[in-house]
């Protein structure tokens, strides 16, 4: 069990392979941009918390957006190359190296909250979700991409063997390489979680919904611009979209 949350100095490198390296990494991006376009297209400033913000790199295009941008993360390591992206673009945000959940005690609320991919690497990711809506104005979003936990039972049963009795007892979590986050979430559980402290889902999209299922030998069979078409087209339909790797909700305070 996670007694505390994750900090990545330690695997910083392969980190930045394995996340945002290549095709998934840009995927990824893509899909954040579709889902945030009405954002994107602000004019006005708009005030934003990163919340544990890794290499920052979404954050780094609303900076360029001219929006007032708030940063966290526990990581030196990676706070540190998003502070130097930052700098080679000569842009300005409010960098912290500190735990979101200590932070948000210090500051307001916000327009716009982004949390990704970190729920899953928490000792208590529905603590750290409740303080996260706290930050969000009345009207505010919340940009909240988790790890699925339906992507994860589903992978390992497809890949059978000797995984299929941890699945039954569920002794898979925490389990496996050193990026395999220990909390991964149920989408119904963490929208029902949302719903129930009066957020609105504007897009629920998943991440690489086929991608991550296919071995390497038929990725590498694969043109990748055609699976990528797939991914868009599938990816916010009912199913596909509670299947991908990960789950991106954009949610709106009420």
């Not at 706070?79 to 932070?103: E, G």
């Not at 963490?190 to 504007?202: A, K, L, P, T, Y």
């Not at 998943?206 to 990816?235: I, P």
Request: with cysteine; aromatic share 10%; glycine share 6%.
């Amino acid at each position: 069990m996670l007694t505390q949350d994750k900090n990545f100095d330690e695997l910083a490198e392969n980190f930045a392979d394995r996340i945002y390296g290549g095709a998934k990494g840009d995927w990824r991006l893509t899909i954040l941009r579709e889902d945030l376009k009405e954002v994107l297209d602000k004019t006005d400033e708009l005030a934003v918390f990163d919340a544990a913000c890794g290499f920052a790199q979404f954050a780094l295009e609303l900076a360029e957006k001219n929006h007032q941008l708030t940063l966290c993360d526990i990581s030196e390591k990676l706070l540190s190359r998003a502070k130097a992206d930052f700098a080679a673009k000569d842009l300005a945000a409010d960098f912290h190296q500190a735990r979101f959940q200590d932070l948000s005690a210090h500051l307001g609320q916000f327009d716009l909250v982004l949390n990704h991919a970190v729920l899953e690497w928490l000792a208590e990711p529905y603590a750290g979700l409740e303080i996260l809506l706290s930050k969000v104005k009345s009207g505010g979003l919340l940009s909240l991409m988790f790890y699925n936990r339906n992507a994860m039972v589903y992978k390992n049963i497809l890949r059978g063997g000797w995984r299929l009795k941890p699945i039954l007892t569920d002794e898979y979590i925490g389990k496996g390489h050193k990026l395999s986050p220990p909390n991964p979430l149920f989408p119904h559980e963490v929208i029902d979680f949302v719903e129930n402290h009066g957020m609105q889902i504007i897009r629920h999209t998943g991440v690489r919904v086929f991608h991550d299922y296919l071995d390497q030998q038929t990725l590498a069979d694969s043109d990748e611009a055609e699976l990528f078409a797939l991914e868009q087209r599938y990816c916010r339909m009912p199913t596909y979209r509670d299947m991908g790797r990960y789950v991106h909700l954009l949610l709106r305070k009420a």
